[in-house]
């Protein structure tokens, strides 16, 4: 070693004790021929169980790892290098010493390589640190997902069905919620319901019941495996989403794949199970919809379809709905439109061609609508039985049709007979035969109920106050007539059993005598054995004179329709009745300017 490279180690010592670094060196051949007294001060290893060794000799590490071989690689090359980071083994307690060095080449004046000189740090505490943290933090990373796998179970538990595997009502509400936010488009939505459910768990049990709906989930996912995603929101009840771009062709089709596919009989319980879905589908665009409205939509289709008879497909459009939710109005204003006493009798006069005089008239509810303007029972009667209103309606109708009645008598008219139409509701009201008695108090005026054969027909529910409420009536000497005969209701038995008055010939039977020549026998014949027993018959919907005259021809004398009168308001009903004092009134009646 030359004296200026000895001063210049002297030189770095001094600097040395000041730093908490170490100087090392080495020769030609990479031994370590120096090392300044810091290391032993810092690492607690000796200079002289250094002296003489190589680096990559020190058994610690293992010298094919990449940086040792980088390492090598510069010593090989005498390029400088600097943190180089390595452990050794105290020798005297083999515990592990981190140590980072950086070194510079040195030459002769020649170019000669003479070895390395360089410093060392002891980086021990700063790398155990930092093992300690790596290792803390690979624990933790563990342990996190983990816990994402647990929070994943768990979520998956909290939006699945247990029983079909399908997801359930939170993942449905949750991914429409998203399907709503995330695409722009049509979508639909499906509201499924199964039909003779209940029967199959009433009859064959609940483990039948759950396979059933096992095997109707595996259906519906095949169904709709393209298509969308299903859901089970509990019971028999499932939904599909539908974020396809959905026109209602598709719509139609897949909700009728749906009712093929869960009609197509099942293995349940060792026998062949049949039950149906009925499907509600709306369509609307993402941007012009909310889950909320959506959902509403698809469940008034599904009650639709439910009306419509099992395994039906009915769709929402908006335009439907918005109809929808305008009946929805409608019906919340009955109510009040009976407390305001906003509904009305019209009346439709009925005559006798033979005799040519009135006999009577037939009260047809009209709600004057205080925006709406005068609607006819077609546009409330159904929501009206669904709130369980028909009889409040039929009992103001008979309480009107009756005052009625009595201000004619006063103005001079003597009507004979007033018919009025009871709901099934109302036969089964335990306050209709003492509102009769207490309201038809002109009995030169006889009153008869209008009843659809299927009232009485269907007797199974029935019961007792049914039947008093008839036979009350009769004794009180109400008339009992068959509304609709011959609308593909009645039977000829069933009318034989209930031996009404007088039968109302339906409109559609009106039109097959005049264009039927097989049907026009047939009705003659029940006519004639009707007049046997004694009932009456009037043909109700005669449009034209040819309606009349071709009942007239097979022995029918009565009739009401737009051929004689449009049912008329009370005071346009008082007009008609002032004009027909005259001979041959029926042929000649003013058909008033239809109301409704
Ligand atoms: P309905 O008892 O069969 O009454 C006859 C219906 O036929 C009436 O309809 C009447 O306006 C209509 N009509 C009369 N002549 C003709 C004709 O020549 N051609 C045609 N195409 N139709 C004719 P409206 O008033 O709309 O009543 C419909 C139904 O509503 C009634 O059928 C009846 O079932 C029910 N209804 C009416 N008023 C009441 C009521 O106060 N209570 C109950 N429960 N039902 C009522
Ligand atoms: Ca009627
Ligand atoms: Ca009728």
Same mark, same amino acid.
């Given at each position: 070693m030359t004296a200026s490279h000895n001063d210049k180690i002297r030189n770095l010592e001094d600097f040395a004790e000041i730093a908490s670094d170490w100087f090392w060196e080495t020769d030609a051949d990479h031994r370590f021929t120096y090392f300044s007294n810091r290391l032993e001060d810092v690492t607690?290893?000796?200079t002289t169980a250094m002296i003489g060794k190589r680096r990559d000799t020190i058994p610690a590490e293992d010298a094919s790892e990449p940086k040792w071989i980088n390492h090598m690689a510069d010593l090989v090359a005498h390029r400088p290098f600097r943190n180089f980071e390595y452990m050794i083994l105290r020798p005297t307690d083999q515990q592990p010493v981190w140590m980072r060095i950086a070194g510079q080449p040195q030459f002769d004046k020649n170019g000669d390589f003479l070895g390395y000189l360089g410093t060392g740090t002891d980086i021990s505490a700063e790398t155990v640190a930092t093992q300690r943290l790596e290792a803390s933090n690979a624990a933790l990373a563990e342990r996190n997902s983990e816990l994402d796998e647990a929070r994943r179970a768990l979520e998956q538990t909290a939006y699945e069905d247990a029983l079909t595997g399908l997801s359930n009502r939170r993942a449905f509400e949750r991914d429409l919620e998203e399907a709503l936010a995330v695409h722009d488009g049509n979508i639909g939505l499906l509201h499924i319901d199964l039909d003779r459910f209940k029967w199959v768990n009433d009859t064959l049990g609940h483990p039948a019941g759950d396979h059933v709906l096992m095997i109707t989930a595996e259906r519906l996912l095949a169904v709709m495996a393209e298509q969308g995603s299903i859901y089970r929101l509990g019971g028999d009840e499932f939904a599909g989403i539908l =974020? =396809?771009?959905?026109s209602c062709a598709l719509a139609n089709w897949i909700g009728d794949s749906i009712v093929d596919a869960v009609s197509a009989p099942m293995d349940v319980s060792k026998r062949k199970v049949h039950v149906g879905a009925s499907v509600g589908f709306a369509i609307a665009k993402c941007s012009e919809t909310s889950a909320r409205r959506l959902i509403s939509h698809a469940d008034v289709a599904l009650y639709e379809a439910k009306r419509g008879g099992r395994n039906t497909v009915r769709q929402i459009t908006p335009e439907v709905q918005a109809h929808f939710e305008d009946q929805r109005k409608l019906a919340g204003q009955i109510a009040g439109g009976l407390d305001r006493m906003e509904f009305v009798p019209f009346f439709q006069p009925q005559v006798h061609v033979e005799t040519n005089t009135i006999i009577g008239a037939e009260a047809l509810v009209r709600w004057q609508h205080p925006e709406r303007g005068l609607l006819p029972p077609g546009a409330f009667l159904q929501a009206a039985a669904d709130l369980g209103l028909s009889a409040q309606i039929d009992k103001v109708i008979l309480d009107a049709a009756l005052a009625a009645v009595g201000r004619l008598a006063y103005a001079g008219f003597h009507l004979p007979s007033v018919s009025v139409n009871v709901s099934e509701a109302r036969l089964l009201d335990p306050s209709l035969c003492d509102d009769v008695k207490k309201l038809w108090t002109d009995r030169r005026c006889r009153l008869s109920i209008e009843l659809l054969e299927t009232i009485y027909f *269907? *007797?199974?529910?029935?019961g007792h106050q049914f039947d008093d409420n008839l036979g009350r009536l009769r004794e009180m000497g109400v008339g009992i007539e068959t509304d609709d005969f011959g609308s593909g209701r009645a039977s000829i038995t069933g009318l034989l059993r209930t031996s009404p008055d007088r039968l109302k010939i339906d409109r559609s039977l009106v039109q097959a005598v005049v264009a039927d020549p097989t049907k026009r026998s047939l009705v003659s014949a029940i006519l004639d054995m009707t007049r046997a027993l004694g009932i009456e018959s009037i043909a109700e919907g005669v449009e034209t004179q040819a309606d009349i005259d071709a009942l007239q021809r097979i022995g029918c004398q009565m009739f009401q329709g737009y051929a004689i009168s449009y049912p008329l308001s009370e005071a346009d009903f008082l007009t008609y009745l002032a004009s027909q004092s005259g001979p041959d009134f029926a042929t000649r009646a003013p058909k008033r300017k239809r109301q409704t």
């Open positions: 607690g290893i000796s =974020t =396809t771009n959905v *269907d *007797d199974t529910h029935h």
